[in-house]
């Protein structure tokens, strides 16, 4: 009874030593990082009707202590947006800042294309409420540029707009991820 | 001291999982993208008339021949006129003249001023006819942004036994300009 107990108590204080020496020999897990920023806006679309309107001004600046991150894109329905109207542009009063109620919405939703450069391999999302990959890492990269393709299609049933202020809006949001 | 022990091992446990645990970085970034279309109107007139059988004493009409094709993101009119093309005989502003195959005679004409209708279609467009002139006359007024949208127009001109045969291969013609606006 005396040996059971004394073994017993052996073992449970060894746990904690085991515990201990697994864990030095092991080393922390350090979280991969990944930090994305976007250049800009694009305050003054130039929108064409009849045609796929194109504007590669913006990019996207990615560091990864990873290779394998990517980066995606949706449409957050920030500003109280309509979530129905996601992925396209909607009127928006630039007095109020606020969408319009009963807004004119384009009928073709915005695509988004992120260009192939070495470090990562694009691809194009035609934007809604959810996340798609746009950029698949391959490599560890530092401030990497990745040109950005935004491309709305406008045809002569998109209402211009003429009210004073008030343009068509929509907030592309990116976001980063590294495993 | 086995609570002690007990503590330290969770506690452990914890450590362990929380340090071994996989972790996901993510970072968000925005770029809000706004703009407005011009105001932009695209027509097209399709269809000619040639060897138009007009009848003295009638109102000849045609209005199969000539179709107007008009896209527009914005309230538009469409105008006619005639902008005495090819060097017209002046003073017939909106009247056939006459025309030897290559190149309008010094005098001859109806009488008339041929006349440019302009179809209706429910909730699009309001037509309208006109008498064509030397100045912008509106045939089609819309009422809503178009896309493709097509209408018929009408031709008619009148002609009187005192409209002359005219001789040879000579023909009336006249050229009538469409202009599109948007409102």
């Given at each position: 009874m005396s040996d059971c107990f004394q073994r017993s108590r052996a073992i449970l204080l060894a746990i904690p030593v085991v515990l201990l020496v697994v864990l030095v020999c092991a080393g922390p897990v350090s979280a991969a990082t990944i930090d994305i920023s976007v250049s800009g806006n694009i305050p003054h679309m130039v929108l064409t009707p009849g045609s796929s309107n194109q504007n590669t001004s913006v990019h996207l600046n990615v560091t990864s202590d990873t290779a394998t991150w990517t980066v995606s894109v949706k449409d957050a329905s920030d500003n109280s947006k309509p979530p129905s109207y996601a992925g396209r542009m909607v009127e928006w009063n630039g007095t109020s800042s606020a969408y319009v109620a009963n807004p004119a919405v384009f009928g073709a939703n915005m695509t988004v294309t992120g260009a192939t450069v070495p470090g990562s391999s694009g691809s194009s999302a035609t934007l809604s409420s959810v996340d798609q990959i746009i950029e698949t890492g391959t490599a560890i990269v530092t401030s990497l540029e990745i040109p950005l393709t935004f491309a709305q299609t406008v045809t002569y049933t998109d209402p211009h707009l003429?009210?004073?202020?008030?343009v068509y809006r929509i907030v592309v949001t990116f976001t980063g991820a590294a495993p | 001291m086995k609570i002690n022990v007990l503590v330290i091992i969770s506690l452990m446990v914890v450590m362990s999982a929380a340090m071994v645990a996989p972790v996901m970085a993510a970072t968000t970034g925005t770029s809000v993208i706004t703009g407005n279309p011009g105001a932009l109107i695209d027509i097209t007139v399709t269809g000619s008339i040639s060897n138009w059988a007009l009848v003295a004493g009638g109102a000849n009409t045609n209005s199969t021949a000539v179709d107007l094709t008009v896209s527009s993101n914005k309230l538009w009119t469409v105008a006619v006129k005639d902008a005495m093309d090819d060097t017209k005989i002046p003073g017939t502003q909106g009247k056939m003249a006459n025309w030897t195959g290559s190149a309008y005679a010094t005098s001859g004409n109806l009488a008339a001023a041929l006349h440019v209708t302009g179809a209706s279609v429910s909730t699009k467009t309001t037509g309208a006819d006109v008498a064509l002139s030397g100045s912008d006359q509106t045939i089609e007024t819309g009422l809503d942004v178009v896309g493709s949208e097509q209408m018929d127009i009408t031709i008619g001109q009148a002609v009187a036994y005192t409209d002359p045969t005219l001789p040879g291969s000579n023909v009336y013609r006249i050229i009538v300009t469409f202009t599109g606006s948007v409102t």
């Open positions: 003429t009210v004073p202020n008030h | -």
